[in-house]
Nanobody, 126 residues
Framework: QVQLVESGGGLVQAGGSLRLSCAASGRTFSSYAMGWFRQAPGKEREFVAAINWRVGSTYYAGSVKGRFTISRDDAKNTGYLQMNSMKPEDTAVYYC???????????????????WGQGTQVTVSS
């Protein structure tokens, strides 16, 4: 099992930036993917971005592509989600997740992830 702890959420104005962190512990991450998901009030949880930890391949939801960047620091066992040009519709609770993967896979379904963080609130004001 992988333990995940998110940090970095908060309140930001539209057009601003935030960086979320997800510290992982419990296992080596070399055969995992890390994903970021978000859930807005009254809506289902949705995929945001994923990174294949071993090879660094990434994949983004269309709504954030070009504005958000997912990355990882292997030495710190920490993943990041850099969010730029933020919009009010980015307001949600953001979750990081870990799941076993192979090859260059960057899973986009929440069912492919086994371990989840507690979530961090991100609010974008207009």
């Amino acid at each position: 099992q992988v333990q995940l702890v998110e940090s970095g959420g908060g309140l930001v104005q539209a057009g601003g930036s935030l960086r979320l962190s997800c510290a992982a512990s419990g296992r080596t991450f070399s055969s995992y993917a890390m994903g970021w998901f978000r859930q807005a009030p009254g809506k289902e949880r949705e995929f945001v971005a994923a990174i294949n930890w071993r090879v660094g391949s990434t994949y983004y939801a269309g709504s954030v592509k070009g504005r958000f960047t997912i990355s990882r620091d292997d030495a710190k066992n920490t993943g990041y989600l850099q969010m730029n040009s933020m919009k009010p519709e980015d307001t949600a609770v953001y979750y990081c997740a870990a799941g076993r993967t192979t090859g260059w896979d960057t899973p986009t379904s929440e069912y492919e992830y086994d371990d989840w963080g507690q979530g961090t609130q991100v609010t974008v004001s207009s």
